[in-house]
């Protein structure tokens, strides 16, 4: 990703801790898509998502010297986004829910590029079938399926072992097969589905 | 061992996708999907299931979130240079002279107070932000809105921009449109920062619009620009909140160095001349206009 000139990741948070009071933004700009969708698609709320995602980066501006360096740096930030995230999403179910929040939240969603009306439709459907998940299976299929990390980093973005991931990965795709089915093109949806999801707690 | 076993449910199949089944379990699986088209189906839809979220495109951070923590960034950066000023020395009373006395660890190319004050005087800015904002949004620093925001440097800043940011149609800048990209990408903000201009107009008071106006249409062969310093990029960010930042040039205002914003909404473009001093946390406007856009509207 960096070329040459780039400094890497960790020499910027280097020259932060030293005082460059441009090394902290430079780096977070390098990262901000991945941090965003990571914090969109885990609480499913712009709004919320920029709140965490403000939260998380002033804790990294905050911590960044106890950056050790036992992982990377895009671990190190990606699991504060998380956190932050999740932190939010406890704080949400302990008010109230909100009735307002969903039908604007997708609209946010769908118009913030807008799109074509195809991948709108399939990131719709998507979207809602997230919000499906409990919030740990959620993180964890947003991080392997959608974004890409292996299981290995994903279990050390969100401190736990590979082996929970995987079987967080599992239940979450397991869930969801039932609700996205019909966006796979050739097959027909309902027909070989049997949706069994008795087991499938948090 | 050929079909007897009963059909696999989904969550078994993900199960064993995932790889934690595995022996002599794993090995039944693996025998029961040879034979039966039904429990194949579901497997093949599994992992369809998989390629169509890695093909949902990552959506982009909006405009407006990245310039409200573009803001909130710049507060934290003003209060830690505070910090550090407050160490390293204290008198500095007059303003008027200043020693370089080196603070920072050598090599750094990071902005120091000290020079900006020194650069200052030569580059005032002008900020224009397009409509929608009477003057009253101007003093951000007396919003009583707060928010959860976790920097308290950002008290001030920080909280009215998001305040902004929810209130003003969430998520799109609300001239955003619906193309997105190079148009409608804030001509001075780039993925590093702010690009300021550096005139030489001496703008005053009376028909403020017409020169701000003047400013605007100056072919951009005829520039020559910098980046914005942190401090300026804080003040700007903080004065134009989720608006298309239009122009940031340094101007004499009456005779005194100012920065000159323009930021447009709609068929508005409204307009700040900052003082030197302005940053994210102090948001010092010398005076302000709105004019109408002489690109998109009548």
């Given at each position: 990703?960096?070329?040459?000139?780039?400094?890497?990741?960790?020499?910027?948070?280097?020259?932060?801790?030293?005082?460059?009071?441009?090394?902290?933004?430079?780096?977070?700009?390098?990262?901000?898509?991945?941090?965003?969708?990571?914090?969109?698609?885990?609480?499913?709320?712009?709004?919320?998502?920029?709140?965490?995602?403000?939260?998380?980066?002033?804790?990294?501006?905050?911590?960044?010297?106890?950056?050790?360096?036992?992982?990377?740096?895009?671990?190190?930030?990606?699991?504060?986004?998380?956190?932050?995230?999740?932190?939010?999403?406890?704080?949400?179910?302990?008010?109230?829910?909100?009735?307002?929040?969903?039908?604007?939240?997708?609209?946010?969603?769908?118009?913030?590029?807008?799109?074509?009306?195809?991948?709108?439709?399939?990131?719709?459907?998507?979207?809602?079938?997230?919000?499906?998940?409990?919030?740990?299976?959620?993180?964890?299929?947003?991080?392997?399926?959608?974004?890409?990390?292996?299981?290995?980093?994903?279990?050390?973005?969100?401190?736990?072992?590979?082996?929970?991931?995987?079987?967080?990965?599992?239940?979450?795709?397991?869930?969801?097969?039932?609700?996205?089915?019909?966006?796979?093109?050739?097959?027909?949806?309902?027909?070989?589905?049997?949706?069994?999801?008795?087991?499938?707690?948090? | 061992?050929?079909?007897?076993?009963?059909?696999?449910?989904?969550?078994?199949?993900?199960?064993?996708?995932?790889?934690?089944?595995?022996?002599?379990?794993?090995?039944?699986?693996?025998?029961?999907?040879?034979?039966?088209?039904?429990?194949?189906?579901?497997?093949?839809?599994?992992?369809?299931?998989?390629?169509?979220?890695?093909?949902?495109?990552?959506?982009?951070?909006?405009?407006?979130?990245?310039?409200?923590?573009?803001?909130?960034?710049?507060?934290?950066?003003?209060?830690?240079?505070?910090?550090?000023?407050?160490?390293?020395?204290?008198?500095?009373?007059?303003?008027?002279?200043?020693?370089?006395?080196?603070?920072?660890?050598?090599?750094?190319?990071?902005?120091?107070?000290?020079?900006?004050?020194?650069?200052?005087?030569?580059?005032?800015?002008?900020?224009?932000?397009a409509g929608g904002?009477?003057?009253?949004?101007?003093?951000?620093?007396?919003?009583?809105?707060?928010?959860?925001?976790?920097?308290?440097?950002?008290?001030?800043?920080?909280?009215?921009?998001?305040?902004?940011?929810?209130?003003?149609g969430?998520?799109n800048a609300p001239n955003a449109g619906?193309?997105?990209?190079?148009?409608s990408?804030?001509?001075?903000?780039?993925?590093?920062?702010?690009?300021?201009?550096?005139?030489?107009?001496?703008?005053?008071?009376?028909?403020?619009?017409?020169?701000?106006?003047?400013?605007?249409?100056?072919?951009?062969?005829?520039?020559?620009?910098?980046?914005?310093?942190?401090?300026?990029?804080?003040?700007?960010?903080?004065?134009?909140?989720h608006h298309q930042?239009?122009?940031?040039?340094?101007?004499?205002?009456?005779?005194?160095?100012?920065?000159?914003?323009?930021?447009r909404s709609g068929a508005r473009?409204?307009?700040?001349?900052?003082?030197?001093?302005?940053?994210?946390?102090?948001?010092?406007?010398?005076?302000?206009?709105?004019?109408?856009?002489?690109?998109s509207?009548?």
């Open positions: 990703m960096p070329d040459e000139a780039a400094p890497a990741d960790h020499e910027l948070l280097r020259r932060h801790v030293a005082g460059d009071a441009d090394a902290f933004g430079e780096l977070f700009r390098r990262h901000r898509d991945r941090l965003w969708a990571v914090a969109l698609r885990t609480l499913c709320d712009p709004d919320e998502a920029a709140d965490a995602l403000q939260d998380a980066m002033v804790s990294a501006f905050r911590r960044a010297a106890d950056f050790r360096g036992e992982s990377a740096v895009t671990t190190w930030l990606h699991r504060i986004v998380v956190n932050a995230s999740l932190d939010r999403l406890r704080r949400r179910a302990a008010r109230p829910a909100l009735s307002t929040g969903d039908e604007q939240a997708f609209e946010a969603l769908v118009a913030q590029d807008g799109d074509p009306a195809r991948t709108s439709d399939t990131r719709l459907d998507v979207d809602a079938a997230l919000r499906l998940l409990p919030p740990q299976q959620r993180a964890v299929l947003v991080l392997v399926d959608m974004l890409g990390f292996s299981v290995a980093d994903t279990a050390a973005i969100l401190d736990t072992s590979p082996g929970t991931v995987k079987s967080r990965c599992a239940r979450a795709r397991a869930r969801l097969l039932p609700h996205l089915a019909h966006l796979q093109g050739n097959r027909s949806p309902g027909q070989s589905v049997s949706p069994a999801q008795g087991g499938d707690t948090a | 061992m050929r079909g007897q076993m009963t059909h696999l449910d989904t969550d078994v199949l993900a199960e064993f996708r995932a790889g934690l089944i595995t022996g002599r379990r794993g090995a039944r699986i693996t025998a029961h999907l040879g034979g039966c088209e039904r429990c194949t189906a579901l497997d093949e839809q599994l992992a369809g299931l998989r390629s169509l979220l890695a093909s949902v495109p990552a959506p982009a951070m909006p405009d407006s979130v990245a310039q409200r923590l573009e803001v909130v960034l710049a507060a934290e950066v003003a209060q830690r240079d505070a910090v550090q000023e407050n160490r390293a020395e204290r008198a500095d009373g007059d303003g008027t002279r200043e020693s370089p006395a080196p603070r920072r660890p050598g090599g750094n190319r990071g902005f120091r107070p000290l020079t900006l004050r020194v650069l200052a005087p030569v580059a005032a800015v002008v900020v224009l932000a904002y009477g003057l009253s949004r101007v003093n951000l620093g007396s919003s009583t809105e707060s928010s959860t925001s976790a920097g308290s440097a950002a008290q001030g800043a920080a909280p009215t921009a998001a305040a902004r940011a929810k209130s003003g969430s998520v619906p193309t997105r990209g190079a148009l990408r804030p001509q001075g903000i780039t993925a590093a920062g702010i690009t300021v201009v550096t005139g030489h107009a001496n703008l005053s008071h009376a028909d403020l619009g017409q020169q701000v106006r003047a400013e605007l249409n100056m072919p951009a062969s005829a520039r020559t620009t910098r980046a914005a310093t942190s401090t300026e990029r804080g003040c700007v960010l903080g004065l134009i909140g930042l239009e122009l940031v040039e340094s101007v004499l205002f009456e005779g005194s160095p100012a920065t000159l914003v323009v930021a473009d409204m307009a700040w001349l900052a003082a030197p001093e302005c940053s994210a946390t102090h948001r010092h406007v010398l005076d302000t206009t709105s004019l109408s856009s002489g690109i509207g009548p």
